[in-house]
Every structure is written in structure tokens, then in C-alpha cells.
């Protein structure tokens, strides 16, 4: 069965540090893509970037980078430079065929 | 460009009373998702949709969720009769396809009392 885990329910940082929130995955599937999404207070779900099972470059997209490591089946995804915006809750998800499944997500507070 | 539309932002009802949410998806955005999550978890897939055809619904309690895409552009979710358990926000997103990346309207939250 395809799954996504994310371990850390919640996460602290200082404004200004990185901050990395972890996601495992696990398919048997060859082709599939991984996702991270942004949820703040306001409820809106906002797409922050996408790594490819195939893509052989880590994924950035400004302030957020992906940390992908196929063989451990990993997708961290990893913030530069918090700002205090940042807090929110993340979730990782994975599409796999055209299911998009989504983990249990991580509360980040970012402290000034 | 406008994002996913959903509406009411809030909706309070009683038990076994219905309720329909409305969506309006990114123009040109083919395929249509309606998620469930309930507080403190991720998302959870109801209903898929490719143009007017759903296309994943094995997630949908058809005893009382429906769904309908007509014309392959807006979508209404109803709940017929709503239970206390439905308490939730809804979620609708939308994609060029089901292999590009999803954006979601701001979602409606559901109280059943």
C-alpha cells in the first residue's frame, strides 16, 4: 500500500534558521512525484514545490528546497532563512498513478 | 488568474438536515478533487474528476455523499442527511491534469450540531 509519514507532529525554529520537516514514503510504484504544501490558520492549502520520481536534481524553489534521497525513500523538505510567515502546518504528499495522497502533516512555529 | 473558488467559506447545520458546497475550479484545469480533513489530519480524497467524469470515487459514502462535475467546470458536493461525523472542512482542488500539482480553494468548514 502506498503511504506518506511524517514523524513530527510539530517543529520550532528560530526566525532567521533552517529548519528541515521530514516525510518517508513508500510504493512499489517506479514513477511517482512528491509534493509539499503550506496550510496556514487562513485554511488554504498552497502548493510550495514538486520533485519527480525521475528528477535527478533536488527540487528548489526559492527559501524551500526538497531533499530527496530515492534509495531511503525520503522527501524532506527543507526551509532557508524562516521567516515568521512560515508558520504553519506542512504536508507532504505523494502522487502515485493519480491518486494524490496526503501525510499527517507538521506544525512549524517559527519563533522571533 | 482567479484560484479555486469554493463557497460558503462556513456552514452550520443540524443533523439530518442537507448541505451542498460549491466549487469552482482554475479555468482550464481538467481534473477536479474533493477532499475531506478532518482537524489535525491531512487531507483525505473523495472524489476525483477528469472533465465531467468522476473518476476516482472509491473514498465517497454514496449512502448520503453525492457529487456532480456538469460541463466539466464547476462541481457541487451535497450531503444527504448530514451526521455529527461530517463536522469537517471540504476541500476542492484542481489540476491541468492528475499528474501536475494541485491548488486548492480556501475550503468549507462544515458544523453538524
Known amino acids: 500500500a502506498q503511504k506518506i509519514t511524517q514523524t513530527q507532529p510539530g517543529m520550532f525554529v528560530q526566525e532567521k534558521e533552517a529548519v528541515t520537516l521530514d516525510c518517508t514514503y513508500d510504493?512499489?510504484?517506479?514513477?511517482?512525484?512528491l509534493f509539499w504544501y503550506k496550510q496556514p490558520s487562513s485554511g488554504e492549502m498552497i502548493f510550495l514545490i514538486y520533485q519527480g520520481s525521475y528528477d535527478e536534481q533536488n527540487a528548489t524553489e526559492g527559501r524551500y528546497s526538497l531533499n530527496f534521497q530515492k534509495a531511503r525513500k525520503s522527501a524532506n523538505l527543507v526551509i532557508s532563512a524562516s521567516q515568521l510567515g512560515d508558520s504553519a502546518m506542512y504536508f507532504c504528499?505523494?502522487?502515485?498513478?493519480?491518486?494524490?495522497?496526503f501525510g499527517a502533516g507538521t506544525i512549524l512555529r517559527v519563533k522571533s | 488568474e482567479a484560484g479555486v473558488v469554493q463557497s460558503p467559506r462556513y456552514k452550520i447545520i443540524e443533523k439530518k438536515q442537507p448541505v451542498a458546497f460549491w466549487c469552482n475550479p482554475i479555468s482550464g484545469h481538467n481534473t477536479l478533487y474533493w477532499y475531506l480533513q478532518n482537524l489535525g489530519q491531512g487531507p483525505e480524497l473523495l472524489i476525483r474528476?477528469?472533465?465531467?467524469?468522476?473518476?476516482?470515487d472509491s473514498q465517497l459514502p454514496k449512502d448520503r455523499f453525492s457529487a456532480e462535475r456538469l460541463k466539466g467546470v464547476d462541481s457541487t458536493l451535497k450531503i444527504q442527511p448530514a451526521e455529527l461525523g461530517d463536522s469537517a472542512v471540504y476541500l476542492c482542488?484542481?489540476?491541468?491534469?492528475?499528474?501536475?500539482?494541485?491548488?486548492f480553494g480556501q475550503g468549507t468548514r462544515l458544523t453538524v450540531v
Open positions: 510504493t512499489s510504484d517506479q514513477s511517482y512525484g
Open positions: 504528499a505523494m502522487r502515485y498513478g493519480n491518486k494524490l495522497v
Open positions: 474528476y477528469e472533465n465531467e467524469e468522476a473518476v476516482d
Open positions: 482542488a484542481s489540476s491541468l491534469n492528475p499528474y501536475t500539482e494541485a491548488f
